[in-house]
């Protein structure tokens, strides 16, 4: 897939640069023909406007400049009569036979009109009637084709060697731009495969369960409760999975529902600290907590509360025996700060970036035994950033390991 849009973006992007190239060099092809095609005209209007035989200005250098330029195309004149005869041939800034001169002369009175073109003879003309009878200004084409080749050649010596710079540029660019896509891409992929893979182990052992109490039909519910008993709690399992991943799939949508009040942090943390101190008790792990009074923010509290709950419960798991547990709650500010801290082994400053990123376990056997799944920071995090917060942890051998999510408090 990454393969096949890389691909037609690099497409994409050759036929955009490809129409502003052919733009750009056709207008200024254009404009060259215009003004050669003006110069000409000029030199014939100058050459018409003199009197038959007179001789042609030339520049002084260092002089007074004309009003008007020197012609600088090759211009010869011819008078003709009314039935189209050559009465008269005089030569402007060029040499021509007298031959050359009636061919083209009667070449340009049968085509009629002020003006044209004799491409045969690549001359360009300019008729004018007078008492003296028809006459007819020719300028050489010569010159004027050769500079539009040259200008056609040069465009498109410039145009492939911009398409090839501007292809090797695309491919970086390419590269570049999609590699966001590229990890979201990876990410999925290894979210699907995670996921399938922590749904197996419970569908397996619901299976397993099923199996088992289909293989004894004549016995009671009673004398087989173990294996229902473990296929309820698969169940329950695999529905906290589902339920955890559907959380974080409307979070990755932008549909994460919630209703945002203002509310008193507070007592929301409070509510979310009193359950886990039965939970420490049977662990044998020392619970506080530091929680200071009237601490707004605005928010979804329930959401509030399971960011709580999950770095509560994250805490005790790994606070080791006879550890501890801090909480701490204050206000700095113009935000909050939620500090959870606990005792035990350090997290290694390896597995530190990656702690918030979902399935990621340090120990998976220690997190499959405690029942996670490596989503529970996900989670949190996802919580932190759409209050307009964020989460961090710091970890050492002789301070314990430290989550702390700051949140902006609410204005009064």
Not at 148 to 171: E, H, K, N, R, Y
Request: aromatic letters at 8%; a positive charge; charged letters at 20%.
């Amino acid at each position: 897939m990454i393969k096949k849009l890389r691909r037609k973006f690099i497409l994409i992007n050759m036929l955009l640069v490809s129409v502003v190239l052919l733009i750009v060099f056709a207008t200024v092809c254009l404009s060259t023909y215009q003004r050669l095609k003006e110069e000409s005209h000029g030199a014939m209007q100058q050459a018409l406007g003199r009197e038959m035989g007179a001789p042609v200005p030339r520049p002084e250098i260092g002089g007074r400049r004309p009003g008007r330029p020197f012609p600088t195309v090759p211009v010869f004149c011819v008078l003709l009569d009314a039935d189209g005869r050559v009465l008269w041939v005089w030569d402007e800034n060029v040499t021509v036979s007298a031959e050359t001169a009636a061919q083209a002369a009667q070449a340009a009175f049968d085509a009629g009109g002020r003006d044209g073109v004799l491409s045969g003879l690549a001359l360009r003309f300019l008729r004018q009637n007078t008492r003296e009878g028809i006459k007819i200004a020719f300028a050489d084409l010569s010159g004027e084709r050769r500079s539009m080749a040259g200008i056609v050649v040069t465009s498109l010596l410039v145009g492939l060697g911009g398409l090839a710079a501007f292809f090797i540029i695309s491919l970086f660019l390419a590269a570049w731009a999609l590699r966001p896509a590229q990890r979201a891409w990876e990410r999925q992929r290894q979210f699907v495969a995670d996921a399938s893979h922590e749904l197996k182990t419970p569908l397996t052992v619901i299976l397993a369960n099923t199996g088992i109490l289909l293989s004894h039909r004549d016995d009671t519910i009673g004398r087989q409760l173990k294996w229902v008993e473990n296929t309820q709690a698969e169940a329950n399992r695999m529905k906290k999975l589902v339920d955890d991943l559907l959380f974080l799939a409307k979070s990755d949508d932008k549909r994460m529902e919630g209703e945002y009040l203002r509310l008193n942090l507070s007592d929301a943390v409070w509510s979310s600290f009193l359950p886990f101190e039965s939970v420490a008790f049977e662990k044998g792990v020392a619970l506080s907590g530091e929680i200071a009074p009237d601490v707004f923010v605005t928010g979804d509290e329930a959401q509030l509360k399971q960011l709580a709950a999950i770095l509560l419960d994250n805490a005790l798991k790994y606070a080791g025996e006879q550890g501890g547990v801090t909480l701490t709650l204050q206000k700095t500010q113009d935000r909050a700060r939620l500090l959870v801290h606990n005792t035990g082994a350090p997290i290694a400053p390896g597995h530190l970036n990656n702690l918030f990123e979902r399935f990621y376990r340090t120990d998976d056997a220690r997190t499959r035994e405690q029942g996670g799944y490596g989503l529970g920071l996900s989670i949190a995090k996802s919580i932190a950033e759409k209050h307009g917060g964020k989460i961090s942890v710091e970890s050492a051998p002789h301070t314990g390991t430290t989550f702390s999510v700051w949140l902006p408090a609410a204005k009064q």
